[in-house]
C-alpha cells in the first residue's frame, strides 16, 4: 500500500512539472513545423529527451517499489512504540504494571516490574500488594537465565544453570538436584533431611536418612530394623557404628 502511495505521488510530480503536458501535446509548435505540420528535427529531440525522462522516473519508482515491498515481508509490523519508563494503573489510579531504565533499587516499580537488576541485566518482578517481591523472572549477571520464588522477603526456590535448589526459613539449602560441581559432567541429587518414595496413594514404601550419626535405609511396611538372632531385618539397611 505505502508503495502504490508513493508511486502516485512521483507521477503526480510527473504531471505537475510540465513532462506529462509536453508528451500529450499532439499539434507541434509553428517554431518546430514543416511543410505539411510534420514535427521538425527540434520537436522530435525534445520528445525524446521528455520519453527518456520520463523512463528514467519509471525505473525509479520500481525499484522504490520493490525496496518498500522487501520490509514490508521482513520487518515485523509494531502498532505501537512507547519509551520507558512508563506505568500501566488500574481504574483507582494504582500502579499494576511498571517498565524502568533504572536499576531495580531505585526503579518506581509496580505489581509487576520489568527493568535492568544490577547491571545490563533484565528481569520481570512480581510483588504483593505490600511492594515485597514474591518472584522474579529473567537473566543472573553471568548471563545466564534464573528463575526464583520468595516468601516473607526471603528466597525458597531458585532454578538456574546450576540446577534446581529448595531453602529453608533460614536461607539454608535443604534440596538441590543438578550437576554436580566435583563432576559438572554428571547429575546429583542432594537432601537435608529424608529422601522418601512413595506408592500412587502417598504411602512411604522406602525412605533413606540419618539416625544420628548412621545412615539408615528402610523398606516399609516392616521398617522397625527389629533384630532377629543377632541380625538385622532385610527391610533395613542400617549404618555400622
Known amino acids: 500500500m505505502r508503495a502504490h502511495a508513493i508511486a502516485a505521488c512521483v507521477v503526480a510530480a510527473v504531471l505537475s512539472s ?3 503536458s509536453a508528451l500529450g501535446a499532439q499539434t507541434p509548435t509553428k517554431k518546430d513545423t514543416v511543410a505539411g505540420k510534420v514535427p521538425g528535427a527540434g520537436g522530435q529531440l525534445e520528445l525524446a529527451e521528455l520519453t ?3 523512463q528514467a522516473l519509471k525505473t525509479r519508482v520500481a525499484a522504490l517499489e520493490s525496496e518498500l515491498a522487501k520490509k514490508d ?4 509490523k509494531m502498532a505501537a512504540k512507547f519509551q520507558a519508563p512508563f506505568t500501566i494503573v488500574d481504574e483507582n489510579g494504582k500502579s499494576i504494571f511498571t517498565v524502568g531504565d533504572d536499576q531495580y533499587s531505585a526503579a518506581f516499580r509496580g505489581r509487576v516490574h520489568i527493568g535492568p537488576g544490577t547491571g545490563n541485566n533484565y528481569s520481570v518482578w512480581f510483588h504483593d500488594q505490600s511492594g515485597t517481591m514474591v518472584a522474579s523472572m529473567g537473566e543472573a549477571k553471568d548471563g545466564a537465565g534464573i528463575i526464583a520464588t520468595l516468601k516473607g522477603g526471603r528466597v525458597t526456590a531458585e532454578m538456574d544453570d546450576l540446577g ?4 529453608n ?6 534440596g538441590h538436584l543438578g550437576p554436580n560441581p566435583a563432576y559438572p559432567a554428571r547429575g546429583r541429587l542432594v537432601v537435608s533431611g529424608i529422601l522418601a518414595l512413595t506408592d500412587p496413594a502417598g504411602n512411604t514404601l522406602v525412605d533413606a536418612g540419618a539416625d544420628g550419626a548412621r545412615g539408615m535405609v528402610r523398606a516399609w511396611p516392616q521398617e522397625n530394623c527389629r533384630a532377629f538372632n543377632g541380625l538385622k531385618s532385610p527391610q533395613c539397611l542400617e549404618g555400622a557404628k
Not at 164 to 167: G, Q, S, V
Open 73 to 76: 515481508n521482513s520487518s515485523p
Open 164 to 167: 534446581f535448589r529448595t531453602l
Open 18 to 20: 510540465g513532462v506529462g
Open 169 to 174: 526459613s533460614t536461607g539454608k539449602e535443604i
Open 52 to 54: 527518456k525522462q520520463l
